[in-house]
């Protein structure tokens, strides 16, 4: 079967660094997808991996093993705005999305 | 440039009811989709359309029909609700079936 974990919830610090692990098995794979979700509002793009390695953007960065079927998003000098849920989602061979449940992060001042 | 509108923002429903829930895209993406969004779970697909006049059954489909007559418009119709599709649902689009979704604000749906 197709599935998708991550952690239920996380919490850190303002100004701190936080790593959102996500493993992954899809029938096929074309890559993985993180997105944000804030409560109430709708998922926003975030990163898109599909080769090995690691992909940085501003203070959020995305890495992705495919031999291991893991990812994870790492986020830089964490804001109190950064609380929001991060959706982590596979692309299966038809090229649907697999999506996991959603780690929920919660920033402490 | 609006993106993706979904309407209505809410409703409630009485079980047994017919509803239609409306999407619309001005990106002129090919590809569009319906998820339903239930905590603790994951976004599950419903339907997809990946171009104007075909669609297609996701992971969820009983229950749910849609049709995609032209590029911008893709409603989902719930023929007769039943309290199980109380959902947050979200429509989405991308330009090719291998690009980036791009979400609408969703509908939080009761069905009582």
């Known amino acids: 079967g197709q599935n998708i974990d991550q952690p239920t919830e996380m919490t850190a610090t303002e100004g701190a660094i936080v790593q959102i692990n996500c493993t992954y098995q899809?029938?096929?794979?074309?890559?993985l997808f993180w997105y944000q979700q804030h409560a109430g509002e709708a998922p926003t793009f975030l990163s898109y991996?599909?080769l090995d390695g690691l992909e940085e953007k501003g203070r959020f960065s995305s890495f992705l093993s495919r031999s291991k079927g893991y990812s994870y998003l790492l986020l830089k000098e964490l804001q109190m705005k950064d609380s929001a849920s991060y959706l982590c989602?596979?692309?299966?061979?038809?090229?649907?999305?697999?999506w996991g449940a959603g780690t929920k992060l919660i920033i402490k001042p | 440039i609006a993106g993706i509108t979904q309407a209505p923002t809410s409703q409630i429903l009485a079980a047994g009811r017919r509803m239609t829930l409306r999407c619309t895209q001005d990106?002129?993406?090919?590809?569009m989709y319906w998820y339903r969004q239930d905590l603790g779970l994951g976004l599950r697909l419903i339907h997809y359309s990946n171009t104007a006049g075909t669609t297609g059954k996701g992971e969820v489909p009983d229950g749910y029909s849609v049709s995609r007559a032209n590029t911008d418009d893709f409603p989902l119709t719930l023929a007769s609700a039943v309290p199980s599709q109380t959902s947050v649902y979200f429509c989405?689009?991308?330009?090719?079936?291998?690009?980036?979704?791009?979400f609408g604000p969703g509908t939080r749906l009761t069905v009582l």
């Open positions: 991996n599909v």
């Open positions: 990106m002129r993406h090919n590809a």
């Open positions: 989602a596979g692309v299966d061979s038809n090229y649907q999305l697999i």
């Open positions: 989405a689009s991308s330009d090719k079936v291998t690009d980036t979704q791009y």
């Open positions: 899809t029938s096929g794979f074309n890559g």
